[in-house]
């Protein structure tokens, strides 16, 4: 993008805050088949590429909405909770950075399992560029920077996209090496939550590219940012009741004065990203790309209620780290006159979450006191308190190999392979300090301090055929249709569990692996089958579109770790949506309307059962029905844009679910005992969601000026899916907030302030519980938005 611009061109860069931005932008895919010069040229068209093929926004026969970077750094993105407020159709829920599960039109059972290393895959896939980022637990949260745009597609996108796109695809898009240009550019910033200690951050970002050669060209960014704190650790003490030496019920206090804190969920965040553009003639052009980030943060980013607003009192550390890496290489050339592109990926991370896990001390310690009675080698008794520490190693390697049928026939073909195979492997630690050193045998051996361990590999292989058509029936109707053939193999082998399950040799035999206490279990399951879509598109007129799709998603089934309990199956989604896309007043007004009906069957759920000490097992809850209605508009009058995006959900279960049986599975004892009955409101997923900006630039002197404003509104949401942990934890009310900011651009500098959750409003996104409801369903802690943020930003931008 160059700047100094002209007067024309800097009103046209400042007009564009339409939920949908809408200045010209360069293709990420310049194989794919080109929109005609005429929408190219109008500053109300944006080109995306969510159907592996470059249209205008407008043509796209699906529901998508789209930021470009101008959209995101005028609201201030820089993570996925920034960017998750301003998608209606998204919700999630999570722990921290790193750690959140995303869900499209409230295909969510909001279990523990779905953020599980060892649970169910998303059923939402994330991509950079050509190349998944998704991963099994909680998804990457890369930083945005130097972003062409934001693509979400709403609805199942498995014939394209794969397995994890069940409930819908994240498609972020990076801006690529050019060699028509030397440009580039420096951000900066400070952010305050308020007065107090370590309330304070800000953020240094730039980028650069470079043309090489003719053919050649380098486009690198690099960022550091710092979030201040929000949260306190504050004062506190407990008393346990334990059993002594001799046998007799004493009490144990203790107190967490090494811990207490002012704001100390700060997070620090810094990496970058390169990519080499080479044109290796006319026709062929290879891309090799690495992105590098490691996340460091401190504290809880939940708070109890019945401590105080934004507090909370936790009795062990409370820290994480996330360093992950994704290479990716993309080659597009032409074979005839038919284009080809592969993609591949190869993607590596590390995460390492230290957390309080003391609420199961306290559960145990009021029901069972035996089992938090532990005494050391002079028959002390030990301090029972717990910490939780999880560490993954995840790796991922892809490649998609595709053809696509020349541009401007009346049919068009795209047809591709893909291979995926991902591992986690999996170290998680319930540590109680000092218990190896009993002579009592409480540690499991080889596990340090753990009380119970886990010890598993994970690997999740994909392999897929794909083929989409498209046929113009006539210049105004067309008809698409697309099938995807997978075959899966996942499969987890390890151990996990106590001193006794090691003890049990018949059902833990030694290992030859040194690293697992024993062999407890080693599974596979694989399946087969298809995902397919339908979609009749009618043109009115240039200016207006309608719609029909019908199409399916797929997940794959998986394997229980717990002993005895059956592996579960796949869950599938049929979406039938209706939608309608139009341009009004000469194209300043666009107004794009989608009704969807889907029909969710065996819906993957997590939940533990009796004598299971908490291990979470995922099983196929039943089928539920979403339905609902997702609208975006933009108007754009001169140097004055107002915008705006809703959605409305109803989603619940069409089945009964059966409550857990001591074996593990499900069972129905009596059609008046269930966990969860049919009619059932789905969790996580608010019934409202909505969003509207107003913008204003207006000129002083040689500076172009503006003030935004947007509101952000959504609905409450049910916590949990069984009514037993629904009842535990209750549910969240909805909440409205309101962001500010003023700013100019005076040529090559820009400048900006602004303020977020300007009423210091407390919306709370999710209800959790660091072990399951069952047990800790009386720790409860709220997930909320952040508090009242106070921010300056100022950049230069050169070429």
């Known amino acids: 993008m160059r700047h100094n611009p002209t007067r024309k061109a800097a009103a046209a860069l400042f007009a564009s805050t339409a939920f949908i931005a809408f200045p010209a932008m360069a293709q990420d895919d310049p194989t794919m088949s080109a929109p005609s010069s005429d929408e190219a040229a109008d500053s109300n068209v944006i080109i995306v590429t969510a159907q592996k093929r470059a249209e205008s926004l407008q043509d796209v026969p699906i529901s998508i909405q789209a930021f470009n970077g101008a959209k995101l750094e005028q609201h201030q993105v820089a993570s996925f909770d920034d960017y998750a407020k301003m998608l209606p159709s998204v919700s999630f829920q999570s722990f921290g950075p790193g750690q959140s599960q995303i869900y499209f039109r409230g295909v969510s059972s909001g279990a523990n399992a779905n953020g599980s290393h060892s649970g169910p895959q998303p059923s939402s896939a994330i991509y950079v560029d050509e190349v998944p980022l998704t991963t099994i637990g909680g998804a990457p949260d890369l930083h945005i920077y130097d972003m062409e745009r934001v693509e979400a597609l709403s609805g199942p996108q498995g014939t394209l996209y794969g397995a994890s796109s069940l409930s819908g695809t994240l498609r972020l898009i990076t801006n690529k090496p050019t060699t028509d240009r030397v440009e580039g550019g420096v951000d900066a910033s400070l952010t305050s939550f308020g007065k107090g200690r370590n309330s304070t951050g800000g953020s240094l970002e730039g980028f650069v590219n470079l043309p090489l050669s003719e053919t050649v060209a380098l486009r690198t960014s690099a960022f550091y940012e710092r979030v201040g704190g929000y949260i306190s650790n504050v004062a506190g003490s407990r008393t346990y009741q334990v059993f002594d030496v001799n046998g007799d019920l004493v009490p144990l206090t203790v107190d967490n004065a090494a811990y207490v804190e002012k704001n100390f969920n700060d997070v620090e965040t810094w990496g970058g990203r390169a990519a080499l553009g080479i044109d290796l003639d006319e026709n062929w052009t290879v891309l090799p790309a690495v992105i590098y980030q490691k996340q460091k943060s401190n504290g809880t980013f939940l708070f109890d209620p019945t401590v105080g607003d934004l507090e909370l009192q936790d009795y062990t550390p409370d820290y994480g780290s996330d360093e992950w890496y994704q290479a990716m290489l993309t080659v597009r050339g032409k074979i005839s006159d038919w284009d080809v592109t592969y993609a591949g990926g190869y993607f590596e991370r590390e995460t390492d979450v230290v957390q309080d896990y003391s609420a199961y001390t306290v559960a145990y310690d009021a029901a069972y006191p035996s089992y938090v009675s532990f005494l050391d080698a002079n028959d002390e008794n030990i301090d029972p308190t717990q910490t ?352 500010f900011s003023l700013g100019a651009d005076m040529g090559r500098w820009m400048w900006e302030a602004f303020v977020q959750n300007a009423f210091d409003k407390r919306g709370i996104l999710s209800i959790n519980t660091v072990c399951v409801p069952s047990i800790c369903g009386d720790f409860a802690r709220y997930y909320p938005i952040r508090p009242r943020m106070f921010g300056v930003k100022v950049g230069t931008r050169f070429d």
């Open 388 to 739: 939780y520490r999880g560490f993954d190693k995840y790796t991922k390697q892809t490649h998609e190999l595709r053809l696509s049928s020349p541009s401007g026939n009346r049919w068009q073909l795209i047809a591709g392979v893909f291979v995926a195979r991902q591992t986690d492997r999996i170290n998680a630690d319930y540590i109680i300090p000092g218990l190896a050193a009993s002579p009592y045998g409480y540690a499991v051996p080889g596990c340090g301090d753990d009380i119970f361990c886990t010890r598993v590999f994970r690997v999740d292989r994909d392999k897929a055929a794909f083929l989409d058509l498209t046929f113009d029936i006539t210049p105004a109707l067309s008809i698409n249709g697309g099938i995807r053939y997978f075959r899966t193999k996942n499969s987890l082998s390890g151990f996990s569990g106590t001193a006794g399950t090691v003890a049990n040799t018949d059902l833990c035999p030694p290992s030859s692996d040194p690293d697992l206490p024993c062999d407890l279990f080693d599974k596979t399951v694989k399946e087969d089958g298809e995902t397919h879509k339908l979609n009749l598109t009618y043109k009115i007129d240039p200016d207006a579109m309608i719609y029909a799709t019908y199409s399916t998603g797929f997940r794959p089934g998986g394997i229980n770790r717990r002993i005895g309990v059956n592996p579960y199956m796949a869950d599938t989604l049929d979406n039938y949506e209706v939608g309608v896309k139009t341009m009004w007043l000469d194209r300043r007004l666009t107004l794009n309307v989608t009704g969807y009906y889907e029909k969710w069957k065996d819906l993957q759920y997590g939940l533990s059962s009796a004598g299971s000490l908490g291990v979470i097992s995922t099983y196929n809850a039943g089928n539920a029905r979403i339905k609902g209605v997702e609208a975006d508009f933009n108007l754009r009058v001169e140097q004055f844009n107002l915008s705006g995006a809703a959605t409305y959900t109803d989603a619940q279960l069409t089945t009964d679910f059966c409550p857990i049986d001591a074996s593990g599975n499900p069972a129905c004892t009596s059609p008046d005992v269930v966990a969860a009955p049919a009619g059932t409101r789905l969790p996580i997923q608010p019934k409202f969601k909505a969003n509207l900006t107003a913008r204003q630039g207006f000129d002083i002197g040689e500076a172009l000026a503006f003030v935004q404003g947007t509101v952000n509104h959504q609905s409450g949401t049910r916590s949990y899916l069984t009514d037993f942990e629904a009842g535990l934890l209750g549910s969240t009310k909805g909440f409205t907030t309101f962001d």
